[in-house]
């Protein structure tokens, strides 16, 4: 069964020709590689790009993968890689999460959590919707923690920065997600009284 | 309380040195203020750790697919042409051309030589006879296979450029 193979396996029966098992690899990773591509676009349309284009980049530099990390750390540096160029591209500052004008922007961002009942939502709803909130740097660090099975250490290397950096970014990550998501809550529960 | 949450984070994170740990568990245990703080955190965590994650369009993959096909004719980079063939053939070239350069040198009566034009002399009967025997025919064969592969990978990529 191709499923139960590891991902070292894919990818050499990849390198081998089977293309077959690199659609496996794809399947099994896409979930992941999509929501984290969405952390920093925002919307589903570019993150699917970004997604794609990760995978393609991905399978034409399959063969100078050297397995001396997690297949999924190489695979999110290179979402992360793509992704920030992404950004780039479409003139969106992501440089720095002290960037406070930045970031007020993005906290000021009218949601869409107004237009529907409390009571229809779930509080993962609401956590996705703080996440959304978040700059991209916070939402990825938080994703690739939590869903993404990478530690202090690989984040690090995903992201091209010391542990430690990463250990204080993913604090001050969990601090503006929780303040984020008390305060839609907090306005939720306003809009209902 | 920055400090605190940063500990208690730690904590929650086993990142934390054993002796500093073994400090947060007793601060938990009897200080009211960590407990509580600790709990939120708790259960923050747990919420963020259950949280959604996204589901691609369902054409991903064959998309995906679609675009590895076009871009690269089938096969990834590493598997489309094994380096130690062309290595070999590259080899197998070297090798002949060194091989008839030496011979034809080692037959020159360089002591002789008074004109330019009698200084190689190559016996061609030589030749003559190893080209038309097994070695000579399967010498040809394996240039007639190759010329195949070489117009067989041209038209590929040629097909691929016009698909792009």
Same mark, same amino acid.
């Given at each position: 069964?191709?499923?139960?193979? &590891?991902?070292?396996e894919?990818?050499?029966?990849?390198?081998?020709? %089977?293309q &077959?098992?690199?659609?496996?690899?794809?399947?099994?990773?896409?979930?992941?590689?999509?929501?984290?591509?969405?952390?920093?676009?925002? !919307?589903?349309?570019?993150?699917?790009?970004?997604?794609?284009?990760?995978?393609v980049?991905?399978?034409r530099?399959?063969?100078?993968?050297?397995?001396? &990390?997690?297949?999924?750390?190489?695979?999110?540096?290179i979402?992360?890689?793509?992704a920030?160029?992404? #950004?780039?591209?479409?003139?969106?500052?992501?440089?720095?999460?002290?960037?406070?004008?930045?970031?007020?922007? #993005?906290? =000021?961002?009218?949601?869409?959590?107004?237009? %529907? %009942?409390?009571? %229809?939502?779930?509080?993962?709803?609401? #956590? !996705?919707?703080?996440?959304?909130?978040?700059?991209?740097?916070?939402?990825?660090?938080?994703?690739?923690?939590?869903?993404?099975?990478? &530690?202090?250490?690989?984040?690090?290397?995903?992201?091209?920065?010391?542990?430690n950096?990463?250990?204080?970014?993913?604090?001050?990550?969990?601090?503006?997600?929780?303040?984020?998501?008390?305060? =839609?809550?907090?306005?939720?529960?306003?809009?209902?009284? | 309380?920055?400090?605190?949450?940063?500990?208690?984070?730690?904590?929650?994170?086993? @990142?934390?040195?054993?002796?500093?740990?073994?400090?947060?568990?007793?601060?938990?245990?009897?200080?009211?203020?960590?407990?509580?703080?600790?709990?939120?955190?708790?259960?923050?965590?747990?919420?963020?750790?259950?949280?959604?994650?996204?589901?691609?369009?369902?054409?991903?993959?064959?998309?995906?697919?679609?675009t590895?096909? @076009?871009?690269?004719?089938?096969q990834?980079?590493?598997?489309?042409?094994?380096?130690?063939?062309?290595?070999?053939? @590259?080899?197998?070239?070297?090798?002949?051309?060194?091989? /008839? /350069?030496?011979? @034809?040198?080692?037959t020159?009566?360089?002591?002789?030589?008074?004109?330019?034009?009698?200084?190689?002399?190559?016996?061609?009967?030589?030749?003559?006879?190893?080209?038309?025997?097994?070695?000579?025919?399967?010498?040809?064969?394996?240039?007639?296979?190759?010329?195949?592969?070489?117009?067989?990978?041209?038209?590929? $990529? $040629?097909?691929?450029?016009?698909?792009?």
């Open positions: 069964m191709q499923s139960k193979l &590891s991902d070292i894919l990818i050499q029966q990849t390198l081998g020709g %089977n &077959s098992a690199y659609a496996d690899l794809i399947k099994r990773h896409q979930r992941f590689v999509f929501t984290l591509a969405l952390r920093f676009t925002k !919307n589903r349309e570019d993150a699917e790009e970004v997604a794609q284009d990760c995978f980049k991905a399978y530099s399959l063969s100078s993968f050297q397995q001396q &990390s997690k297949f999924s750390t190489w695979l999110y540096s979402v992360y890689t793509t920030m160029t992404f #950004l780039r591209k479409k003139r969106i500052d992501t440089s720095s999460i002290d960037d406070e004008e930045t970031y007020l922007q #993005l906290e =000021n961002k009218p949601g869409s959590f107004d237009e %529907n %009942n409390v009571e %229809n939502k779930s509080r993962s709803y609401y #956590l !996705n919707q703080a996440i959304g909130q978040l700059l991209p740097d916070d939402a990825a660090i938080i994703t690739m923690f939590y869903k993404g099975e990478q &530690s202090l250490e690989e984040i690090a290397q995903v992201m091209g920065i010391e542990a950096t990463v250990k204080v970014k993913l604090f001050r990550a969990r601090q503006r997600l929780k303040e984020k998501l008390e305060r =839609n809550l907090r306005h939720e529960v306003k809009e209902l009284i | 309380m920055n400090s605190i949450e940063e500990k208690l984070w730690n904590y929650i994170d086993g @990142a934390c040195p054993p002796e500093e740990q073994q400090a947060i568990e007793q601060l938990i245990a009897t200080d009211e203020v960590y407990r509580n703080k600790y709990n939120e955190l708790l259960q923050l965590n747990n919420e963020f750790a259950v949280m959604e994650i996204d589901e691609p369009p369902m054409a991903f993959t064959y998309n995906v697919m679609q590895i096909r @076009a871009e690269h004719g089938l990834p980079s590493k598997s489309r042409i094994d380096g130690r063939i062309i290595w070999g053939i @590259a080899a197998f070239f070297i090798i002949t051309i060194a091989a /008839l /350069l030496i011979y @034809a040198f080692s020159v009566n360089w002591s002789n030589a008074t004109h330019v034009n009698n200084t190689i002399k190559i016996d061609t009967n030589k030749f003559t006879g190893v080209f038309s025997g097994v070695a000579g025919k399967g010498f040809l064969f394996l240039d007639v296979v190759l010329g195949l592969f070489l117009i067989d990978h041209y038209l590929l $990529r $040629r097909g691929m450029t016009k698909v792009q």
